[in-house]
């Protein structure tokens, strides 16, 4: 089985910075993505990572540690909008996505 | 136009009716995949698809059947529904990187 485990809230302040922190007992792994997924909407695609450290990408960054069966996902800058759910999915094989629980992150003015 | 769209949107039944869900996609993707999402237990696989002929089981398949009529449609049926088939489905395409994309939903109750 999979074994996929990430908070289930987190709430931070406008402006500020938040660590989403996912870790991961797969049977498989290709790659780990996190996606967003605003309440009654579908998931949309944030990150992919394959290789260990830490994508960049705008005030998104994921890490990711293979030996840890570790990743992070770091939203920076945090505006209203960023409140949503962020969901660690595991990539094992035959291309197939394992997904946590999501994590639902509230931002405060 | 949304690259991949699900029909209905909203769907209420009754228990023991037979329920369709379609899903659609100009993506030209060859992957597709139905999932549910349950409140904390996050999206689980149902089916997935590579090809027209290419059909297999996810995680949690039993209560569910699926067909691949053409590379853009998948639809996925409940012979006989019940209560706790009660969820939000989605239907998912893959590209080459393997990254997913993600229908609207359908909202499914089964009363």
């Known amino acids: 089985g999979q074994n996929i485990d990430q908070p289930t809230e987190m709430t931070a302040t406008e402006g500020a910075i938040v660590q989403i922190n996912c870790t991961y007992q797969t049977s498989g792994f290709n790659g780990l993505f996190w996606y967003q997924q605003h309440a009654g909407e579908a998931p949309t695609f944030l990150s992919y990572?394959?290789?260990?450290g830490l994508e960049e990408k705008g005030r998104f960054s994921s890490f990711l540690s293979r030996s840890k069966g570790y990743s992070y996902l770091l939203l920076k800058e945090l505006q209203m909008k960023d409140s949503a759910s962020y969901l660690c999915?595991?990539?094992?094989?035959?291309?197939?996505?394992?997904f946590g629980a999501g994590t639902t992150v509230t931002v405060r003015a | 136009d949304a690259d991949v769209t699900q029909t209905p949107r909203n769907r209420i039944t009754k228990t023991g009716k037979r329920i369709m869900l379609e899903c659609s996609q100009t993506?030209?993707?060859?992957?597709m995949y139905w999932y549910r999402q349950d409140p904390g237990l996050g999206l689980r696989l149902i089916y997935y698809?590579?090809?027209?002929?290419?059909?297999n089981k996810g995680e949690i398949s039993d209560g569910y059947s699926v067909s691949r009529q053409a590379q853009a449609k998948f639809s996925l049926s409940l012979e006989s529904a019940i209560p706790n088939q009660t969820a939000l489905y989605f239907c998912a395409t893959a590209d080459s990187t393997d990254t997913q994309y993600f229908g609207p939903g359908t909202r499914l109750t089964v009363l």
């Open positions: 993506k030209g993707h060859d992957r």
């Open positions: 990572n394959v290789l260990d």
């Open positions: 698809s590579f090809d027209v002929k290419d059909i």
């Open positions: 999915a595991v990539e094992i094989n035959d291309y197939k996505l394992s």
